[in-house]
């Protein structure tokens, strides 16, 4: 099987897997239910479409590259296949916590991150829903960092089905048994870890950027272990758009280009707009 096959096989394995058990062991009850579906997924086909377009052969591409020159640290310090691919495996999960934070910080980028915070339900969907612009931009980094790290092809593969995997398992409106969550949260990001994340409340959308690994929040002190209203009563999404159309595509294709911000960017300035945010 070749990489587009395998991803695919796992992508929807692990997309109806999670769908099924939400069905039979949710979290929570949905408010908008999956009238959502019909977006959230249309924009990962045309997420889809547009990377195939633009950037075909993607961070595999770069790390063919990066291995054929000998470029990147990896490939300088030449280490052990196995100690190799797992540093690249490791570092890229914290490249992908560094840009998740760098998202919420900076106003540009939170225009685009809005779309996925949006959803004002939280289930397996929420994992695939991000705008293309983002998508571009986090390809972007994903390739530069590959090449400058040397990453090998097999890690990179590797990462890529365990962040789509995870990106979905941890949006999953599932409820896993209290032990196996406290046993599982010690490594990775569980469903109850990361659902804080997509609380409207900004000190707990602003926590738990991890997408695999939960080590990054621990380390950099971005980690919070339970909503302040709990699982049944937190409301998800964001404030100022709880009364807006954020289950249909078009509003989500618009979104980044309103105004308001809501309250939530970690470094912006406060204007009588996002005092009283409405769109």
Not at 100 to 110: D, G, I, K, R
Not at 138 to 159: T, W
Not at 218 to 225: E, I, V, W
Not at 269 to 278: R, S
Request: hydrophobic content about 50%; charged content about 15%; overall charge positive.
């Amino acid at each position: 099987m070749d990489e587009s096959s395998i991803r695919l096989a796992f992508f929807f394995t692990i997309l109806i897997g999670m769908a099924l058990l939400e069905l039979f062991a949710p979290r929570k009850q949905l408010t908008q239910g999956r009238k959502r579906w019909g977006a959230n997924l249309g924009i990962v086909i045309l997420d889809a479409a547009i990377v195939r377009l633009l950037l075909p052969a993607g961070a595999t591409g770069a790390a063919v590259w990066a291995a054929g020159h000998q470029f990147g640290i990896l490939n300088w310090l030449e280490l052990p296949a196995p100690i190799t691919i797992f540093a690249a495996v490791v570092l890229l999960d914290l490249i992908i916590y560094a840009q998740h934070l760098l998202f919420h910080a900076l106003p540009l980028l939170w225009r685009l991150h809005m779309v996925h915070h949006a959803d004002r339900d939280i289930d397996v969907t929420t994992g695939l829903r991000f705008h293309p612009i983002e998508i571009i931009i986090s390809l972007l980094i994903k390739i530069s960092c590959v090449v400058l790290l040397g990453a090998p092809v097999m890690a990179v593969i590797i990462f890529e089905v365990v962040l789509n995997g995870m990106a979905m398992f941890n949006h999953a409106n599932v409820k896993l048994p209290r032990r196996l969550d406290a046993l599982l949260r010690l490594l990775l990001i569980t469903p109850d870890v990361h659902r804080i994340h997509h609380s409207i409340i900004k000190q707990e959308t602003n926590s738990n950027y991890g997408f695999n690994l939960s080590i990054w929040d621990r380390l950099f002190g971005t980690y919070r272990a339970q909503p302040e209203k709990g699982h049944a009563a937190m409301r998800i999404g964001l404030e100022h758009l709880q009364q807006a159309p954020t289950h249909q595509l078009g509003f989500m294709l618009r979104l980044p280009f309103h105004h308001q911000l809501g309250q939530y960017p970690i470094l912006q300035h406060k204007t009588n707009d996002q005092e009283n945010p409405h769109v």
